[in-house]
């Protein structure tokens, strides 16, 4: 990973915060994208972060927001914009790094489990982004296979990062933990090192995968 320019969108917290601090660690270039110095949910502001990179090596897509609602309570707006940011962004991001990528390039995108299944702490909006960007992973696979750049997704379950914590109560987290069978949520770096796995050379034939991280959760 040294001197390899990696580009981690939503690197301010949680997993994201973690990989930038470990691929800093590993002597990469590390461009972190967070809401201090870019809104991807607009298209100009991605123009313009991206408009002095020159290169990238390795696209970590990790941004999301949830909202733990019913149907019945998520207002259109709400909607459009776990919508815009959970999936429309990650499009967006992949076509402005594509010119940018050469052969033997990687690209992850931090899907969910609540994209293979369901989901017990959040909405029918976030769960819609998460399965859509497995599409997103799976077809660009097809397209960008010829070129020699790799694809694939993680779907992590439900890990104990900042976003969690706000979205249950301590009650909660251990009903929850009770329901998994390892009887425990993960640990960000549990759900770090499988992305290093897929950014290096080991995975050179893997394409178009979604790794499950869900301490066997089916």
């Not at 033997?104 to 489990?113: P, W």
């Not at 994209?115 to 696979?141: D, E, F, M, N, P």
């Given at each position: 990973m040294k001197n390899k320019t990696v580009v981690i969108v939503g690197g301010s917290t949680g997993i994201g915060k973690e990989l930038v601090t470990t691929f800093k660690n590993l002597g990469s270039n590390v461009k972190s994208v967070s809401r201090a110095n870019c809104d991807i949910t607009k298209q100009e502001e991605i123009d313009l972060y991206f408009s002095d990179i020159n290169q990238v090596d390795i696209l970590i897509n990790n941004a999301a927001i949830n909202y733990c609602k019913s149907i019945e309570d998520i207002s259109l707006n709400e909607w459009n914009s776990v919508i815009d940011t959970n999936l429309t962004?990650?499009?967006?991001?992949?076509?402005?790094?594509?010119?940018?990528?050469?052969?033997?390039?990687?690209?992850?995108?931090?899907?969910?489990?609540?994209?293979?299944?369901?989901?017990?702490?959040?909405?029918?909006?976030?769960?819609?982004?998460?399965?859509?960007?497995?599409?997103?992973?799976?077809?660009?696979?097809?397209?960008?296979?010829?070129?020699?750049?790799?694809?694939?997704?993680?779907?992590?379950?439900?890990?104990?990062?900042?976003?969690?914590?706000?979205?249950?109560?301590?009650?909660?987290?251990?009903?929850?933990?009770?329901?998994?069978?390892?009887?425990?949520?993960?640990?960000?770096?549990?759900?770090?090192?499988p992305i290093l796995f897929l950014c290096s050379e080991d995975a050179s034939y893997i394409h178009g995968a979604c790794l499950d991280i869900n301490g066997g959760q089916l």
């Open positions: 962004s990650y499009f967006y991001i992949i076509k402005k790094c594509l010119p940018l990528m050469k052969r033997g390039s990687k690209i992850v995108n931090v899907s969910s489990i609540a994209g293979r299944s369901k989901s017990l702490v959040s909405g029918v909006h976030y769960t819609s982004s998460k399965a859509g960007l497995i599409g997103l992973t799976r077809q660009l696979a097809q397209e960008l296979g010829p070129k020699g750049i790799n694809i694939n997704c993680v779907c992590p379950s439900q890990t104990l990062t900042p976003m969690l914590e706000r979205s249950m109560t301590s009650k909660q987290l251990s009903e929850l933990s009770n329901n998994i069978p390892l009887r425990r949520v993960a640990q960000v770096n549990e759900i770090v090192k």
